[in-house]
């Protein structure tokens, strides 16, 4: 059975940083692309990052480059959302998901398709 944990929200100011964790049971990285994904009230879900566990390439949205940092675990099965220079508008519920790498890029998941599996999610509020 696949699952994902997801821990490292909170409460931060902004200008603050936060790492998010996924770590999944079930199946194994190397045949996935896992992603990152965040949704704030009244908005669209985002694709924010997304990583091949087979070879680490990755995808980032234009609204985190340069200040989140998405990397992989395979032994562990985990993946991480380093998140810096956090604004206000980052505020949103976060989850991992995942999708197999035969049928998707990166780009491809975190621009349209999503994933097949997802995790509960962790909230991320930046505020004063």
């Known amino acids: 059975q696949v699952q994902f944990v997801e821990s490292g929200g909170g409460l931060v100011q902004p200008g603050g940083s936060l790492r998010l964790s996924c770590t999944a049971s079930g199946f194994t990285l190397d045949y996935y692309a896992i992603g990152w994904f965040r949704q704030a009230p009244g908005k669209e879900r985002e694709g924010v990052s997304c990583?091949?566990?087979?070879?680490?390439?990755?995808y980032y949205a234009d609204s985190v480059k340069g200040r989140f940092t998405i990397s992989r675990d395979i032994v562990n099965k985990t993946v991480y959302l380093e998140m810096n220079n956090l604004k206000p508008e980052d505020t949103a519920h976060y989850s991992c998901?995942?999708?197999?790498?035969?049928?998707?890029?990166?780009?491809?998941?975190?621009?349209?398709?999503?994933?097949?599996?997802w995790g509960q999610g962790t909230q991320v509020t930046v505020s004063s």
């Open positions: 990583i091949a566990g087979s070879d680490g390439d990755t």
């Open positions: 998901a995942a999708e197999s790498i035969i049928i998707t890029t990166v780009q491809a998941m975190c621009t349209m398709t999503g994933g097949r599996y």
